[in-house]
């Protein structure tokens, strides 16, 4: 799990609610110099600030095209229901009691 802003490689793609909060979901690029002729990326999720709980989070790289433009269409054909599974896979547990 990641903290902090989303890096300059990270692009908005959607803004989406779960329990109630509202995350802002961004594609953020990998470099990759053994591949420099694709485009790898994944899906970072970053609460309203002053949100107590998860702060940022991410996904592993769930994205990888041949282009920019690719990567992006694919990331933006992510409907709501699916952003908001991605971010409950990627969020931690809540403790049980």
């Keep these: 799990m990641s903290h902090g802003p989303p890096g300059p490689a990270a692009t908005h793609v959607a803004t989406i ?6 995350w802002d979901a961004y594609l953020e690029f990998e470099s990759d ?4 002729t694709s485009c790898r ?13 998860p ?5 592993t790289v769930i994205i990888i095209e041949d282009s ?8 933006r054909r992510f409907d709501d229901r699916q952003l908001q ?5 990627v969020l931690p547990e809540e403790p049980t009691e």
């Design 33 to 36: 110099p053994h591949r420099p």
């Design 68 to 75: 920019y433009e690719e990567a992006m269409d694919r990331a």
């Design 17 to 22: 609610v779960h329990e109630g909060r509202i």
């Design 85 to 89: 599974s991605l971010l409950r896979s």
């Design 55 to 59: 702060q940022s989070v991410q996904t």
């Design 41 to 53: 990326a994944r899906m970072r999720f970053e609460p309203p600030p002053g949100h107590e709980g």
